[in-house]
């Protein structure tokens, strides 16, 4: 019996060891604010989107900042940590009274920075965090 409970106990400790898509989710919820970036990560010249991404309760929403708070849209996303690169996909309206677009994306999470790298051609998921060709680069700050 004391094998049984033994084994029991090891096996819930692995489980809570490894981190499931729940975890991970936990980990991308809040309020997050930043810069879409040229190349690997320096601003843009002559006016980066500055914007506020809030990702809650299975939906993500984002507001230009530096537009008067211009809502950008509201959507529902998915995430993959399992393979090499995590992939962070939303699905949403880009913005009031327009149709609904598919934004696949690849994430990386450091602390409270968010590097988030999205096609924004819908022509498939960007190789590397680099912007060009279609691809846009995030990088957020969590808000406190």
Known sequence: MAVVIATAAIAQAQAEAQP?????????????EGYAVLGKGEKADGGPVHLRLTIADGKMSAVDLGNGHKDMGTGTFKLDATKPVKELDATGVVLPGKREKAFLGVYELDGDTLR?????????????????????????????
């Open 20 to 32: 499931g898509p729940d975890a991970e989710v936990k980990k991308l919820l809040g309020t997050w």
């Open 116 to 144: 988030w790298c999205v096609d924004n051609r819908q022509q498939g998921r960007p190789a590397e965090f680099r912007t060009g060709n279609g691809n846009y680069l995030l990088i957020l700050k969590r808000v406190k």
